[in-house]
């Protein structure tokens, strides 16, 4: 049974999609399930809970010795704060601007800091698990800053002032945030066999994502369903989520490649923590516009699907071959 595990694990993003997909389906196909639907909207209520979960984890495994930025972090930190800057803007200035929900949803998956489990996969697949570390920590900081300064220029449901959605938005992101960090660097220097023990488990953090993927893939479904948008509206949505993925692993591994880290600065720009993605726009903006989030998450885990089957096949070549399996330092 565990070898049988293993064996699935390349593929466990792909059926954590499928199983997503099968639940919306078999919904359609037989009324009576939709029942069990007040589960779902409690597991979206949650959301918050299972983000600061797998921050907690993550945050567990720093080693502040280790976590030396590199050059490719500013770049695409920079990056980040630019592009969504200047797409906020342009709405701001731009309200009848006829593409509002496909640039907001493209702000979404720009902004949404580096996935938790991130670092599991990129260790996975030969990257460096702390240089992407350091990046989740710097991506989460700059989305706690940058979504208060820019939701409020581009949400439809804000009925106060910039500075009260501001401190609204930033009431609910920063403690999302900042806590698992303050309670894993606690827990780190005051309790050190606790710590040990959690870092000991912290891969679970893969396997929660999963769990969560599935869930976020079965409403990214029924989202889609339930939409008043065109099918050519979607298709566009869609492709949107599906170029702002490309793009970003494609942007993010160049970066990297100068440092000898093309797979920590993909992972690093084009992993997202969708969930927390998602959370804001359904939050702060609207259903439509979570529909462009929850094709991303599609979209990565089918690369991120690819590359750890990808992996595999690599790693059992360079075995029949003798060669040391690539490894970024």
């Known amino acids: 049974m565990i070898e049988f595990l293993k064996k699935l694990r390349p593929y466990t993003l792909l059926i954590a999609i499928t199983s997503g997909l099968m639940v919306f389906v078999f919904t359609r196909l037989f009324p009576v399930l939709e029942e069990a639907k007040p589960i779902a909207d409690l597991f979206l209520k949650l959301l918050p809970l299972f983000i600061f979960t797998m921050l907690f984890l993550a945050f567990s495994k720093l080693d502040v010795k280790q976590m030396k930025p590199k050059r490719w972090h500013y770049l695409l930190l920079l990056l980040q704060a630019s592009v969504t800057t200047a797409i906020a803007l342009f709405l701001y200035y731009n309200k009848d601007c006829s593409y509002a929900i496909i640039l907001k949803g493209a702000i979404v998956c720009i902004i949404t800091p580096t996935a938790c489990a991130a670092a599991v996969l990129t260790g996975k697949l030969g990257g460096n698990e702390s240089s992407v570390t350091s990046y989740i920590l710097l991506s989460h900081v700059l989305a706690a800053f940058l979504v208060p300064c820019l939701f409020p220029l581009i949400s439809d449901k804000g009925e106060h002032s910039f500075v009260d959605e501001l401190l609204h938005i930033l009431s609910q992101t920063a403690p999302l945030i900042g806590f698992p960090l303050l309670s894993a660097l606690f827990i780190k220097y005051f309790l050190k066999k606790l710590n040990a023990y959690i870092v000991s488990i912290s891969s679970l953090s893969f ?84 529909i462009i989030p929850g094709t991303y998450i599609l979209w990565q885990n089918l690369v991120n699907a690819w590359q750890m089957s990808h992996r595999e096949k690599m790693l059992k070549i360079w075995s029949k071959e003798g060669k040391d399996p690539y490894q970024e330092k």
């Open 207 to 290: 396997y929660l994502w999963a769990i969560t993927v599935f869930a976020i893939s079965a409403q990214t479904f029924f989202n889609i369903a339930a939409s008043t948008e065109s099918s050519y509206a979607i298709s566009l949505m869609a492709a949107t989520g599906l170029f702002c993925c490309i793009a970003q692993f494609a942007i993010g591994k160049a970066a990297g490649h100068v440092q000898g880290q093309r797979i920590s600065a993909g992972q690093g720009l084009g992993q997202k923590n969708m969930l927390f993605g998602t959370w804001t726009a359904l939050a702060y903006l609207s259903d439509t516009v979570a």
